[in-house]
């Protein structure tokens, strides 16, 4: 090697040591936190509105809109409180160098659940500075390490349930690869004990406690042998505790293509994936429901949680002066999550089922995007008129 090939890797292993040191001390950190926030113990829920960029604020605006129409009681009385932060979009994030801004991390931990609008993340030739992905940055930051994406379809026979680790695989450190020289480029996959055993153990739980009867395991471990490995052998350990429950292996690989065959999809009901996995498996799943723009995310941790559309901030769409036409479908679909995360599970299945009679069934008003179909107030509109029909 040259003497400037031996001084840049001198460079990486030392940027490598240091970035496995901050690992550790995470992995330490996460075994720290034991108890899960308990929702009716508390005298106020703080909801946070933070509408992030592109359509994001239009989307979220209004499932808030939606959200104090449901919980309008809760709210007179003192239990439940919006907290609207702002600070989320490229602008603000680029002009302080930041994925959360340091004021704008402050006033989410002030919040117990948060209902968050897509954010632009830079990618390589944008004329932004490569900061972080502001929703990797918020499950790191508060440790939101399981991302849960249901997806139903009942006249094709699907009902799954993804638990997608949230907070590791290559998402963890996907900031911090090396180019070592122009020839030579790495980055890094991270998977911890205890990363891996809550993950597992989460949708284990889920399973046991709505009678889907299967977890289904998926990794690369015949390739990704460490990493992938770990995630495999631990989930496994998980399900030998829950004996009435069938656990099956995959690989990611041929997941998808399963997930397209008519007879073998029904097969499956939840799903347990390390992270990159369950960010592209999830939103192949949601094309069966109508589309990323029908599906809702939830992210769950001990002390937060966070709720989320799927689908990206849509920047195009504000370019060309087509906000108000955004489709709010995803934002309220996680509004479902989040109302039955908190405990009001008679509010989310009432806003679940008008959500299917306005988006499959009745279809009195259709988003498409554009003037051709209604703006996004409308739709809740609609929504919030079949939610008073339905509960007369």
Excluded at 108 to 115: P, S
Excluded at 148 to 158: A, C, H
Excluded at 290 to 312: D, L, P, Q, W
Aim: glycine share 8%; aromatic share 8%; with cysteine.
């Amino acid at each position: 090697m040259t003497v400037l090939e031996n001084k840049a890797l001198d460079e990486a292993v030392a940027k490598f040591r240091e970035l496995m040191e901050t690992q550790l001390a995470r992995a330490k950190k996460i075994k720290e936190d034991k108890e899960f926030t308990d929702y009716d113990a508390l005298d106020t829920i703080v909801i946070g509105i933070c509408g992030g960029d592109g359509i994001g604020p239009v989307i979220t605006k209004e499932s808030e809109r939606v959200l104090a129409f449901l919980l309008k009681d809760e709210v007179a009385r003192g239990k439940v409180t919006f907290k609207e932060i702002d600070g989320l979009t490229i602008e603000n994030r680029a002009a302080c160098n930041k994925a959360i801004p340091d004021d704008v991390l402050a006033e989410l931990k002030k919040c117990h659940v948060i209902l968050k609008g897509p954010t632009t993340t830079p990618r390589q030739g944008d004329p932004w500075p490569n900061v972080e992905s502001a929703n990797v940055a918020m499950r790191k930051e508060l440790d939101l390490f399981a991302n849960m994406r249901p997806v139903k379809v009942p006249e094709e026979g699907i009902d799954w349930t993804f638990f997608r680790e949230n907070t590791e695989g290559g998402y963890a450190v996907g900031s911090h690869g090396v180019n070592i020289t122009d020839d030579l480029a790495v980055d890094f996959t991270v998977a911890t004990q205890e990363g891996c055993e809550r993950i597992a153990r989460l949708a284990y739980d889920y399973a046991k406690r709505n009678n889907k009867g299967k977890v289904s395991i998926i990794t690369k471990a015949n390739i990704i042998k460490t990493t992938d490995g770990k995630f495999l052998k631990t989930a496994q350990k998980i399900g030998e505790e829950y004996p009435d429950i069938v656990t099956d292996d995959w690989y990611v690989d041929i997941t998808t293509a399963k997930l397209i065959d008519p007879m073998r999809r029904k097969d499956f009901k939840v799903f347990v994936l390390p992270n990159l996995y369950g960010d592209i498996i999830t939103d192949e799943a949601a094309e069966f429901q109508g589309g990323v723009g029908t599906a809702g995310s939830a992210n769950i941790g001990k002390r937060y949680a966070m709720f989320e559309a799927i689908h990206g901030s849509a920047p195009r769409m504000i370019k060309e002066g087509r906000g108000q036409y955004a489709d709010p479908c995803s934002m309220l679909r996680a509004s479902v999550m989040l109302l039955s995360h908190i405990g009001y599970q008679k509010e989310a299945d009432a806003l679940e089922a008008a959500l299917d009679k306005c988006m499959f069934e009745e279809k009195k008003l259709t988003i498409t995007g554009r003037d051709t179909g209604c703006t996004c107030s409308e739709f809740g509109d609609y929504v919030m008129e079949t939610i008073t029909q339905m509960t007369k």
